[in-house]
C-alpha cells in the first residue's frame, strides 16, 4: 500500500508510524508549506489520508479526486462543505470515507449508544446529555464525536429533538440535548453520554489513552475503501464487518 498523508501534525505522524510499522510506504506527507505535488507522483498513490484543517479540505482534495484517488478524511469541522464533497465523489468516481472518530472503541462505543437510546426510549424518567473534554490545543468545539454521539440519540431517543452545543443562559427545553466541552491540557479525549432521573445515574464513557487507536482505525478504513466507490462513513465499513460476522 502507498499512501499520502495530508496534515502532517500529531495524527499524520502517527498514522506514517503505524503504516511504516505494517510494511506500507508513505511516499508523500504535505504540510502547509510543502511545494506542490506533481502528477507522477500523484499516480502512484494507493489511497490519499486527510488530517489537517477543515478551512482547505476542498481545495486540498480536488486533485487528488481529478487523479480518481480513493480518500480517507480524518478532520472534523467541515459538516456544512458536505455538499461540496459529495459533488467532488460524484463528479470523480471516487471512494471517500469520513469519520469523526475512525478509532474501533469509539465505534464500537456509538453502536452501545444506539442501543442505551432505544432502550431509554422507554423509560421518560431519564434525561441525557453529553459532556467532552480536549486537550487545550484542540480546534474545534463541541468536538465531531460529541456531535455524532448527539446525533444517534436524536435518531433513537425520541424525546429529543435538538442539539443545545453552546452554553445555555436560560433554563434548557426538555427537548433539548446538551452537549458541553472542557478544553485543558493534554486529554486526548474523553466521552461521556449520561442518563440521569431522580433516582440515578447511568454513564456510558469512552476514554481515548493515546492516538494509535485513531490511526489504527484510519489504516483499516484505508484498505477498506481501497476498492470502493462513493460516499461512506465508519459506520457503513463496521456493518461489513458485522455482516461478515453473521456470515
Ligand atoms: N477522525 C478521527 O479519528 C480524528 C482523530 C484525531 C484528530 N482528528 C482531527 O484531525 C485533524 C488533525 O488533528 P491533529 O491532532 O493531527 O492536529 P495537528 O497536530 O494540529 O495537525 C494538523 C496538521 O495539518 C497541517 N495543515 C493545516 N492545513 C493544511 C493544509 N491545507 N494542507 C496540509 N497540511 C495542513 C497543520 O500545519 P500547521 O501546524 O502548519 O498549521 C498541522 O501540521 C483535526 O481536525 C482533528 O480534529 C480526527
Redesign the pocket.
Known amino acids: 500500500m502507498r499512501l499520502a498523508i495530508?496534515?502532517?501534525?500529531?495524527?499524520?505522524?502517527?498514522i506514517e508510524r503505524l503504516a511504516i510499522e505494517r510494511g506500507w510506504n508513505v511516499d508523500i506527507h504535505?504540510?502547509?508549506?510543502?511545494p506542490p505535488v506533481t502528477k507522477a507522483q500523484r499516480e502512484n498513490i494507493d489511497v490519499v489520508i486527510h488530517?489537517?484543517?477543515?478551512?482547505?479540505?476542498i481545495?486540498?482534495l480536488t486533485p487528488w479526486a481529478e487523479a480518481h484517488k480513493p480518500i480517507v478524511?480524518?478532520?472534523?469541522?467541515w459538516q456544512e462543505q458536505l455538499q461540496s464533497i459529495k459533488t467532488l465523489v460524484t463528479k470523480n468516481q471516487i471512494g471517500l470515507i469520513?469519520?469523526?472518530?475512525?478509532?474501533l472503541g469509539?465505534n464500537i462505543f456509538f453502536h452501545l449508544i444506539k442501543t442505551a437510546s432505544q432502550m431509554m426510549d422507554k423509560f421518560e424518567d431519564y434525561d441525557a446529555f453529553i459532556q467532552e473534554i480536549h486537550h487545550k490545543?484542540?480546534?474545534?468545539s463541541p468536538?465531531?464525536?460529541a456531535l455524532t454521539m448527539g446525533q444517534i440519540i436524536l435518531e433513537n431517543l425520541r424525546r429529543k429533538k435538538e442539539l443545545l452545543n453552546e452554553t445555555s443562559h436560560n433554563k434548557i427545553r426538555p427537548e433539548q440535548l446538551h452537549i458541553s466541552s472542557t478544553r485543558s491540557g493534554t486529554v486526548v479525549?474523553t466521552h461521556t453520554l449520561a442518563f440521569d432521573s431522580a433516582a440515578d445515574s447511568i454513564e456510558l464513557k469512552h476514554t481515548a489513552k493515546d492516538?494509535s487507536g485513531?490511526a489504527l482505525?484510519?489504516l483499516f478504513a484505508a484498505e477498506w475503501i481501497r476498492d470502493k466507490k462513493g460516499l461512506f462513513t465508519m459506520d457503513d465499513a463496521f456493518q461489513d464487518i458485522f455482516n461478515q460476522g453473521n456470515r
Open positions: 495530508v496534515g502532517y501534525g500529531k495524527m499524520g505522524k502517527e504535505i504540510d502547509i508549506d510543502t488530517f489537517a484543517t477543515a478551512k482547505n479540505i481545495n486540498d478524511v480524518g478532520t472534523t469541522g469520513y469519520a469523526s472518530n475512525f478509532s469509539v490545543n484542540k480546534i474545534d468536538s465531531g464525536t479525549g492516538r485513531f482505525g484510519t
